[in-house]
């Protein structure tokens, strides 16, 4: 039997109710001395936590709610600090959301999307002063995007836009269409940062007439890109994912694997002769398992790597000497990130606290690693790394002004299925519960079988 289907952590919290709790407050109604709807709204989220190519500065995004009689939804902002947590700076003010901010390769840079102009748009800001400038003016929105190795261009997906008639009986309230007919792809594109003679930036189109999955790389060298292919861009559809590699200059595509396996986000090695890609098990099943794989960057026979104890691992980068593979994955009810050695096939824990880390990321000399960290009872926040000895720093104070409120303390409960497999579960207690007092129980249940709730301020 596979590791992974020897424990289960059931997608289930159990709350007495009464309880003051980060899953519950949402539906807390107001009391005297507690958490109220109002001050729900108020806690931040903290998302892309990217660190600097040289380890001394990270950006990260802080998401709040912005509730007036004209608006209501989450605005999130750019922030920028240092990785010992001193002096953060705000570094967006639109009043629409910046995200995904992205270093550019010697540090002097940072991308970042933005919907502020219309449409979500590329923009490129330096950090020695001055405003952001808008990079690509395009209709349908940036999706992902990467810079090249030597910082001269953006790799970005775009999804292809309306036809005339389209937009016209858009506009004409005609929503009528042909399933699966006139698909609109997401294409990878590059657009050079500097303009042209023109005083423009163009972007280049390099794929053709398929899908082109969100996670893509670029070979060290600059030189090709390589990504996942889908036959659409429904989700239905990432069964059919085939692993391919595109020549910069040429836009010619090749084939790396294609197998009756789904594959999914490759990463090049850090000497570039190998690509570190998720498969599928085969055929591929929706709530099924995924195990991390390598194979040589000319194609050939993939080589599969250990299995991880979820069967879900989210890929992080490999090592910096190419030896070994950072991960995520959530094992219980907390998520944590490992290591793989790739010669002995070994996986070693890097964090083994009750936290909950999500998001991580690997700077670009694959020496420090950016996460947000939470747990039951702290708000989530930016933290740094050295990846190789996993000692967390603060980077953001984001909640810091969050009132110091009780709340119901949650303890993982376990027991057996009817087929003998153990379970999980989180129960959480009122504030100034009393033992062997009853109370009503409320249970919240998981829709999806392969989903999970984690010991997470934020449910």
């Given at each position: 039997m596979r590791r992974f289907a020897q424990f289960l952590t059931l997608s289930l919290r159990v709350l007495l109710i009464a309880a003051v709790t980060p899953a519950a407050l949402m539906a807390q109604q107001?009391?005297?001395?507690?958490?109220?709807?109002?001050?729900?709204?108020?806690?931040?989220?903290?998302?892309?936590?990217?660190?600097?190519?040289?380890g001394r500065k990270v950006v990260y995004t802080v998401s709040q709610a912005v509730m007036t009689p004209e608006k209501s939804e989450y605005v999130a902002q750019i922030w920028l600090g240092n990785n010992d947590?001193?002096?953060?700076?705000?570094?967006?003010?639109?009043?629409?959301?910046?995200?995904?901010?992205?270093?550019?390769?010697?540090?002097?840079?940072?991308?970042?999307?933005?919907?502020?102009?219309?449409?979500?748009?590329?923009?490129?800001?330096?950090?020695?002063?001055?405003?952001?400038?808008?990079?690509?003016?395009?209709?349908?929105g940036v999706g992902n995007f990467a810079w090249s190795p030597n910082g001269k261009q953006i790799a970005f997906l775009m999804r292809d836009a309306q036809s005339e008639?389209?937009?016209?009986?858009?506009?004409?309230?005609?929503?009528?269409?042909?399933?699966?007919?006139n698909v609109k792809m997401n294409r990878l594109h590059v657009i050079n940062i500097e303009k042209d003679a023109n005083g423009k930036r163009e972007p280049r189109k390099l794929t053709g007439d398929y899908n082109v999955d969100n996670d893509f790389d670029w070979a060290p060298d600059g030189k090709t890109i390589a990504f996942a292919r889908t036959k659409m861009p429904k989700a239905d559809y990432w069964t059919t994912g085939d692993l391919m590699a595109v020549?910069?200059?040429?836009?010619?595509?090749?084939?790396?694997?294609?197998?009756?396996?789904?594959?999914?986000?490759?990463?090049?090695?850090?000497?570039?002769?190998?690509?570190?890609?998720?498969?599928?098990?085969?055929?591929?099943?929706?709530?099924?398992?995924?195990?991390?794989?390598?194979?040589?960057?000319?194609?050939?026979?993939?080589?599969?790597?250990?299995?991880?104890?979820?069967?879900?691992?989210?890929?992080i980068n490999w090592s910096a000497d190419g030896k070994k593979i950072y991960f995520g994955e959530t094992r219980g009810t907390v998520s944590r990130i490992y290591s793989l050695d790739v010669n002995s096939n070994t996986i070693t824990e890097i964090n083994k606290g009750t936290e909950v880390i999500s998001g991580p990321s690997l700077?670009?000399?694959?020496?420090?690693?950016?996460?947000?960290?939470?747990?039951n009872d702290k708000a989530p926040e930016a933290y740094v790394s050295q990846i190789t000895t996993f000692s967390p720093v603060q980077v953001s104070r984001a909640n810091a002004d969050l009132p110091k409120l009780p709340l119901g303390k949650?303890?993982?409960?376990?027991?057996?299925?009817?087929?003998?497999?153990?379970?999980e579960g989180l129960l959480t207690y009122p504030v100034n519960y009393q033992a062997g007092k009853r109370v009503p129980l409320l249970l919240i249940i998981h829709g999806g079988p392969a989903g999970v709730f984690t010991q997470s301020f934020l449910a």
């Amino acid at each position: 039997m596979r590791r992974f289907a020897q424990f289960l952590t059931l997608s289930l919290r159990v709350l007495l109710i009464a309880a003051v709790t980060p899953a519950a407050l949402m539906a807390q109604q107001s009391t005297a001395a507690g958490w109220t709807p109002e001050l729900a709204m108020k806690v931040k989220n903290i998302g892309a936590v990217r660190v600097s190519p040289d380890g001394r500065k990270v950006v990260y995004t802080v998401s709040q709610a912005v509730m007036t009689p004209e608006k209501s939804e989450y605005v999130a902002q750019i922030w920028l600090g240092n990785n010992d947590g001193s002096d953060p700076l705000q570094l967006t003010f639109a009043e629409k959301s910046s995200e995904n901010p992205q270093w550019s390769p010697d540090g002097k840079m940072i991308a970042f999307t933005s919907s502020r102009s219309g449409k979500g748009n590329l923009y490129v800001l330096r950090l020695i002063g001055g405003e952001a400038e808008q990079t690509t003016d395009v209709k349908t929105g940036v999706g992902n995007f990467a810079w090249s190795p030597n910082g001269k261009q953006i790799a970005f997906l775009m999804r292809d836009a309306q036809s005339e008639d389209e937009e016209k009986g858009a506009k004409g309230k005609d929503d009528s269409r042909w399933v699966d007919e006139n698909v609109k792809m997401n294409r990878l594109h590059v657009i050079n940062i500097e303009k042209d003679a023109n005083g423009k930036r163009e972007p280049r189109k390099l794929t053709g007439d398929y899908n082109v999955d969100n996670d893509f790389d670029w070979a060290p060298d600059g030189k090709t890109i390589a990504f996942a292919r889908t036959k659409m861009p429904k989700a239905d559809y990432w069964t059919t994912g085939d692993l391919m590699a595109v020549d910069v200059g040429s836009a010619e595509v090749k084939t790396i694997a294609a197998t009756n396996a789904a594959e999914s986000g490759p990463k090049y090695s850090p000497d570039g002769k190998g690509l570190l890609f998720v498969v599928s098990d085969d055929p591929p099943r929706w709530a099924g398992y995924r195990r991390m794989a390598v194979i040589a960057t000319g194609g050939g026979p993939v080589k599969l790597l250990a299995e991880t104890f979820d069967a879900q691992p989210n890929v992080i980068n490999w090592s910096a000497d190419g030896k070994k593979i950072y991960f995520g994955e959530t094992r219980g009810t907390v998520s944590r990130i490992y290591s793989l050695d790739v010669n002995s096939n070994t996986i070693t824990e890097i964090n083994k606290g009750t936290e909950v880390i999500s998001g991580p990321s690997l700077n670009r000399s694959h020496t420090m690693v950016g996460f947000t960290l939470q747990t039951n009872d702290k708000a989530p926040e930016a933290y740094v790394s050295q990846i190789t000895t996993f000692s967390p720093v603060q980077v953001s104070r984001a909640n810091a002004d969050l009132p110091k409120l009780p709340l119901g303390k949650t303890e993982v409960i376990k027991w057996k299925s009817s087929d003998g497999l153990e379970v999980e579960g989180l129960l959480t207690y009122p504030v100034n519960y009393q033992a062997g007092k009853r109370v009503p129980l409320l249970l919240i249940i998981h829709g999806g079988p392969a989903g999970v709730f984690t010991q997470s301020f934020l449910a």
